[in-house]
């Protein structure tokens, strides 16, 4: 084993593994800012995308059994607090880059941090705002206290 070779690669793909030993070995010395970085570019879009899918499927099949669509509008929520909270660990872990500091998206690809946490926030906002007037549920196990 080389000593001055980094355990992972600065440029080129990145795939789960070298993610996975980023942050199994995040506290270790040796672990680069970059590699921390790219652990992050890595697994944020895609944990809020499959958050957002299940949270979906659940509050969809939820509102579904109520027939009350402001269940399914409250998964909306959870779409747009996952797309934000993580696209905030991103800026946080690369501020220079990042689209909220002016960075420019290098690559467009569905895991693209820059492109899905817009996309799952956009979608996010409009079922938060309209899901509950989706004609799937109707209003019937809807009750109104006031």
Known sequence: MQQNHPKLPFHGDFDFQQAWLAVREWRDPSTAPYMK????????????????????????????????????????????????????????????????????????????????LPLLGAAGTLIWGYGDLLPFFGSAGCSSSN
């Open 37 to 116: 970085r790219k652990a992050m570019e890595y697994f944020a879009p895609r944990v809020a995308f499959w958050l957002s899918v299940v949270s979906l499927a659940g509050h969809w099949y939820w509102a579904s059994t109520t027939h009350c669509g402001v269940n399914f509008q409250r998964g909306g929520a959870i779409v747009v607090l996952a797309a934000a909270a993580l696209y905030a660990v991103l800026e946080w872990h690369d501020p220079k880059s990042a689209m909220l500091s002016g960075g420019r998206i290098q690559r467009i690809w569905f895991y693209n941090p820059a492109f899905l």
